[in-house]
């Protein structure tokens, strides 16, 4: 029943800065609590960045604190990732996904619904 769209992937160099997008079925934004993963060939899903629904809490993995901000638009039903002071180890496919759950969490398996990906490559 929830579908999830990313865009806004690409190429950048070291230090430049991306923002992701998330369009999501109706009433999803604001019902579930939403985060965005990244994910190498061969490794597993890494979470990135959560913002629980309701009254919209975050939580950050620590590679990433202090230069992505997660944030969400209910009206639109539409969530963000802002990437700042991008390195050559955030190349990866990013995913938004859908959790029916109060509050965040890290743990990939509570996340049921996704999005397809959009590729993100940061050259040296």
């Known amino acids: 029943q929830v579908q999830l769209v990313e865009s806004g992937g690409g190429l950048v ?32 899903r890494e979470f990135i960045a959560a ?22 638009d209910n009206a ?3 969530f963000y990732l802002q990437m700042n002071s991008l390195k050559p180890e955030d190349t990866a496919i990013y995913y938004c996904a859908a959790a029916n759950r109060d509050w965040t969490t890290s743990n990939r398996n509570a996340y049921k619904y996704w999005g397809q990906g959009t590729q993100v490559t940061v050259s040296s």
């Open 76 to 78: 639109k039903n539409t």
């Open 51 to 72: 913002i629980s629904r309701s009254i919209g809490t975050t939580q950050y993995a620590d590679s990433v604190k202090g230069r992505f901000t997660i944030s969400r």
């Open 13 to 44: 160099q070291a230090g430049g800065s991306l923002r992701l997008a998330c369009a999501a079925s109706e009433h999803t934004v604001s019902t579930y609590t939403m985060g965005w993963f990244r994910q190498d060939p061969g490794k597993e």
